[in-house]
Antibody, heavy 125, light 111 residues
Framework: EVQLVESGGGLVQPGGSLKLSCAAS????????MHWVRQASGKGLEWVGR??????????AYAASVKGRFTISRDDSKNTAYLQMNSLKTEDTAVYYC????????????????WGQGTLVTVSS | QSALTQPASVSGSPGQSITISCTGTSSDVGSYNLVSWYQQHPGKAPKLMIY???KRPSGVSNRFSGSKSGNTASLTISGLQAEDEADYYC???????????FGGGTKLTVL
């Protein structure tokens, strides 16, 4: 079974840092692009960023709202992706989901499947 | 990059059909056949329902279908069932700068 499990959420003060983890199982993690998507309470989904596979040079991309503050990385030996969040703002408060672009026989897909259960990050003093 | 535009809510009775629109621009929805749709029940993670505009993943009911015309994509659910009541989000590729953009979400109520 393909599974993604996020961890590392919690309460942090504005200006602080937090690192989220996404543990993957049930598929070839090293070949998949990994993404982070967040959702503030009662709000819609917001794409945060992604990291591609080693074959694609571990290329990263970020939403304008987090660029320069957030960093995505991965450890293929541990089947885990990470989201390092620095200089956190109150508006970063959200549930953070890990998801993937799966690797298919045609290459890396362009849809998100599956999603983890999410981890809540609260930025407040 | 602005979010794609979806109606805040739609409703329908069991057995009826509804359509949810997703309007973008010529820089996202209009330029790429890379629109996907996600269903989210309260307190749950999103679930893929449609990918590449109109393709259905294995295990998703054929009551769900997708289409696109110009800068607007649509999700149609036929034969509405109570379990279809959820929030629905569209997503599109938007180019290399900020690759992915979501719609604001549509709450579907089954009357």
């Amino acid at each position: 079974e393909v599974q993604l499990v996020e961890s590392g959420g919690g309460l942090v003060q504005p200006g602080g840092s937090l690192k989220l983890s996404c543990a993957a199982s049930g598929f070839t993690f090293s070949g998949s692009a990994m993404h982070w998507v967040r959702q503030a309470s009662g709000k819609g989904l917001e794409w945060v960023g992604r990291i591609r596979s080693k074959a694609n040079s571990y290329a990263t991309a970020y939403a304008a709202s987090v660029k320069g503050r957030f960093t995505i990385s991965r450890d293929d030996s541990k089947n885990t992706a990470y989201l390092q969040m620095n200089s956190l703002k109150t508006e970063d408060t959200a549930v953070y989901y890990c998801t993937r672009h799966p690797l298919t026989i045609f290459g890396v897909a362009n849809w998100f499947d599956p999603w983890g259960q999410g981890t809540l990050v609260t930025v407040s003093s | 990059q602005s979010a794609l535009t979806q109606p805040a809510s739609v409703s329908g009775s069991p057995g009826q059909s509804i359509t949810i629109s997703c309007t973008g621009t010529s820089s996202d929805v209009g330029s790429y056949n890379l629109v996907s749709w996600y269903q989210q029940h309260p307190g749950k993670a999103p679930k893929l329902m449609i990918y590449e505009v109109s393709k259905r993943p294995s295990g998703v009911s054929n009551r769900f279908s997708g289409s696109k015309s110009g800068n607007t994509a649509s999700l149609t659910i036929s034969g509405l069932q109570a379990e279809d009541e959820a929030d629905y989000y569209c997503c599109s590729y938007a180019g290399s700068s900020t690759p992915w953009v979501f719609g604001g979400g549509t709450k579907l109520t089954v009357l």
